[in-house]
């Protein structure tokens, strides 16, 4: 054979060995191109899906049995089962979007519940693509799916959050309404006093009465009252500047323990013993802590005063805390050795401005009512020869 004859063979079988090499190294990148993928979806712990419209054959991979709680044994294999395995309230939503992805030939993604064998709900995310194979025209549709339940619940909690905000943000609203009224009603006094008092000297100064003694008095007098004005407004101050806290989670417990230490002094100079009865093991809720302190502490302050009011030289508050499991809040209790309140009297003290104290506002009552509703919760007190205060605040799940 001459070396041209030799020449186109040895070329067609290098070429077909090239050919070879070819096929090799393009099934080794689609081997590895397959791990690459694999390892991806396992990573995001996804499943995966391959429905052929015009068989209604659905592939699924083992993952997506697990998102779906089913196995090959309990399922047909194919896509109209596949839906009707979604939650029923969920199918239309997502056949609506499967349907507008045929039309649009267009990626789509879509969010449904599933409910596995146990009874347990899980929420599933799913993006997908129409696909036209190659081989024989069919149309398919291919995706993924994952689990979104956590992401879910923590998106549940967060509308939670945003719901109680909402709500402490009515009862700040109500409660500026009352202070309003509080405020016109706490002033007006002390400025009606006020002008009487100028009114009265002005009069006897232009009349030529000159009595020193007499216009010191009524500057003193004059003073008092605008002294008296001045705190009504500095306490109401020192309500308004709170800023709304955020809510966080926070033990009851440590709430009373701080609200004891603050009171702790103010109590030993009326020899009064602050005894703390606290549940050990107490669930941590949603609260804003500076603003439940604050309840225990005006609880203590009115639990002392009555003790004071009724002549009690000495006495006991007992502070105590419970988990009501049952019920899924906690509860709070402020007991006092005092007169207790009369039946009529514990829907009363609630109402703004109601006071039986000299030198009381009436608010103090109105603004814990309005923190422990603003988290939820309910304050009550209960009649009897003991003053007993109690709220209960929501466990949240
Ligand atoms: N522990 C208690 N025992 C008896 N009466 C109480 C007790 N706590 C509150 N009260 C009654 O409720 C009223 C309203 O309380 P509050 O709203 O705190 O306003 P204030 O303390 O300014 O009077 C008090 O004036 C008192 O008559
Ligand atoms: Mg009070």
Redesign the pocket.
Known sequence: MSKSQKMPSGAKAQDSNGNALERRRSQDALRQNEHRLRLALDSAEMGTWDWNLTTDAIQWDQRQYQLFGTSPDNFSGLGSDAIGLIHPEDQAHVRAIIEQALNKSDVFGMEFRVRHPDGSLHWLAGRGQPLMTATDGSLHLIGVNFDITEHKQLEQERAEYARLEDKAQMHRLHVAGEIAALLAHQLNQPLAAIRSFAEARLARLRRGDFDMQEAVSTMQDIVEQSERAAKSIRDLRKFLARQPQAMVEADLNAEVRAACKLMEVLARGRKIRLRMKLEESMPLILMRPSQIEQVIV?LIE??M??MADAGHRSGTIEIGTRHEAAKNQVLACVE?S????AADAVSR?FEPL????KN???????ISRSIIEGHGGRIWAEPGEA?R?LFALPVSQ
């Open positions: 005006n009115n639990a005063d009555a006092d005092g007169p207790g309140l003290v109601y006071t039986t104290k009381g506002i009436g608010m103090g009552l109105v003053g205060f």
